[in-house]
């Protein structure tokens, strides 16, 4: 047995490491609860903040290359039908690698279907959003620009609340 193993086997199971552990985690959690807190509560709401402006931008200019334009409308269609297909084989190729290593014998073909199944639903719920903003275009891009506006005024908001001693 090697000496990390060792140590491994001691640590796991001497009586006391639970108590001591946790007392140690308890001891550095009181030792840094001001920083812990500050992170706790920025940082999420800046990366919600940031995220939603990306997809709203993201958004946003799907729609404005989509409107009024026929031929990338199909084109954008046509690739969401191959990326159908291309994702849903990656991943029955990579859950087929390990349903062979471990069961060793070939996966059912639900499998199959299962993942082309998903991936078209997931497609589909996607190209429904984006043809039914298309509809009404002038009202989604207002409020897809509000929501814009809303979370780079909030990032703005959090960024001015912290204080130079607090980062």
């Known amino acids: 047995m090697s000496h990390l193993a060792a140590v491994h086997k001691w640590l796991v199971e001497h009586p006391i490491t639970l108590t001591v552990g946790v007392t140690l985690i308890n001891f550095l959690l009181s030792m840094y609860l001001k920083e812990f807190r500050q992170l706790l509560h920025f940082w999420p709401r800046k990366a919600f903040h940031a995220n939603d402006r990306i997809l709203s931008g993201r958004r946003l200019q799907t729609l404005e290359r989509l409107h009024n334009n026929t031929y990338g409308l199909v084109i954008w269609l046509a690739y969401g039908a191959v990326d159908i297909l291309i994702s849903s084989v990656i991943w029955y190729l990579v859950i087929a690698g390990g349903w062979l290593v471990f069961t060793k014998s070939p996966p059912p073909f639900l ?32 409020e897809i ?16 609340a912290r204080t130079p001693s607090d980062q």
């Open 111 to 142: 499998l199959w279907t299962l993942f082309f199944m998903s991936g078209a639903v997931g497609k589909a719920f996607q190209v429904r959003l984006v043809l039914k903003e298309l509809i009404d275009y002038e009202k989604s891009v207002a």
């Open 145 to 160: 620009k509000a929501s814009m506006a809303y979370h780079e005024g909030a990032e703005k908001k959090l960024a001015a």
